[in-house]
């Protein structure tokens, strides 16, 4: 997959460590950095508007590759909604008073996992990461599975980074990514059976209430809804990797469908979202 990545000269040492990254994970990405000459609202329009001008005239569709423009050392996804400039960046930082004081009575996907520590997880569909930073707030051991290689370049790059801040050193140990398919059957073979198996696959727009915040408007543009074998598909591979006594927690918008029309042990909702609990 071709990926620009954008940034000023001193956003180089940035754009060697995604490289770096990409071959050390073998995510088998095609990076090229564009350097320009200052990182704002305009210039990145400027890029925008030159790889579609050169796309008219050329055989190559770049309209649909992705952007990561480096903004203040953070990798960001860029998207262009007509004239306005949609980013959003992983800002695991953001989560930290979440994850202090991250509890049962303040996040409902605690409520739904009923996690202890020393317990393990297996989000199956990791995104930006911030779910699986709350379940490994609870103690327990969380694997992120990511299938997207450009989701996961951003996941390693902020662990990394996050691993810098020492308040961070105990949960970050708790957390390893993987780039992989979880629908793959030879890869959830290789797993240890998990205590929670999390799932929030990709679903249509139009099951949310409302407009989309940014983050998933990039999501969408990157990774298409499940169709119905493939949620059947979630269910099977989730049931392969639970140890005995586990459970499957499916997160959906309020308003959209079981998960493969299964109808689940128990339901945990606010005013937008739900969390489906199965129980093994």
């Not at 996907?109 to 997880?121: D, E, F, N, R």
């Not at 961070?168 to 998990?194: P, S, V, Y």
Request: charged fraction near 20%.
């Amino acid at each position: 997959m071709k990926v620009f990545v954008i940034g000023t000269k001193d956003d180089t040492p940035v754009f060697q460590a995604l490289q770096a990254i990409n071959d050390e994970q073998g995510l088998g990405l095609d990076l090229s950095f564009t350097e320009l000459a200052k990182m704002s609202d305009k210039y990145i329009s400027y890029f925008y508007q030159d790889r579609i001008s050169q796309n008219d005239d050329s055989q190559n569709d770049d309209s649909q590759t992705p952007i990561i423009a480096i903004i203040k050392g953070a990798p960001t996804l860029i998207q262009m909604d007509n004239h306005a400039i949609i980013k959003s960046h992983l800002n695991w930082q953001s989560l930290t008073q979440r994850i202090v004081s991250a509890g049962r009575k303040s996040e409902l996907v605690l409520q739904a996992c009923k996690l202890t520590a020393q317990m393990s997880v297996i989000d199956g569909t990791a995104g930006f990461g911030h779910d699986g930073l709350i379940l490994a707030s609870s103690g327990a051991s969380v694997l992120m599975v990511e299938q997207n290689p450009v989701m996961a370049l951003l996941l390693h790059h902020e662990h990394a980074k996050m691993h810098a801040n020492p308040n961070w050193h105990k949960l970050l140990q708790r957390i390893t990514i993987r780039h992989q398919n979880f629908l793959c059957a030879e890869f959830t073979q290789t797993l240890h059976k998990a205590d929670v198996v999390y799932l929030d696959p990709m679903f249509p727009s139009e099951s949310y209430s409302a407009k989309v915040g940014k983050n998933m408007q990039i999501l969408h543009k990157l990774a298409a809804p499940p169709s119905a074998d493939d949620e059947a598909q979630f269910f099977k591979m989730a049931q392969n990797c639970l140890a005995q006594g586990g459970k499957i927690v499916v997160k959906r918008p309020l308003s959209a469908p079981f998960l493969a029309q299964r109808t689940p042990s128990q339901s945990i909702a606010n005013d937008a979202i739900r969390f489906d609990r199965y129980d093994g």
